[in-house]
């Protein structure tokens, strides 16, 4: 069966960096898109960044320039790189995937049939 599982989160002071995981396993598909989603005590869950099989790849108006999603299809990962972290940003972080081939991509919850349990990012 699917499995992601995230790590990578943590605490740091706002203007500091953090790269996120994503350990995909059991996940076949060919085509595909995935996503980081993130939720903030007392808000609603939110897409932050989504890249397909094709490289392609589309953010979230509050993370352009910031954050960087990528893909290691050697590791079987999906990576998020986090720059210029603002207080803001500190959320609980998911990462998601579909066997969909999204394009544009898409970073609304339902898009995506898989999940991870999240890990935590924490700006003070």
């Known amino acids: 069966h699917v499995q992601l599982v995230e790590s990578g989160g943590g605490s740091v002071q706002a203007g500091g960096s953090l790269r996120l995981s994503c350990a995909v396993s059991?996940?076949?598909?060919?085509?595909?898109?995935m996503a980081w989603f993130r939720r903030a005590p007392g808000k609603e869950r939110e897409g932050v960044a989504s890249?397909?099989?094709?490289?392609?790849?589309g953010y979230a108006d509050s993370v352009k320039g910031r954050f960087t999603i990528s893909k290691d299809n050697a590791k079987n990962t999906l990576n998020l790189q986090m720059n210029n972290l603002k207080s803001e940003d500190a959320a609980m972080y998911y990462c998601?995937?579909?066997?969909?081939?999204?394009?544009?991509?898409?970073?609304?919850?339902?898009?995506?049939?898989?999940w991870g349990q999240g890990t935590q990012v924490t700006v003070s």
């Open positions: 998601a995937a579909t066997t969909n081939r999204y394009s544009p991509l898409q970073l609304f919850q339902s898009a995506y049939a898989y």
């Open positions: 059991g996940f076949t598909g060919k085509t595909y898109s």
């Open positions: 890249i397909n099989d094709l490289g392609n790849t």
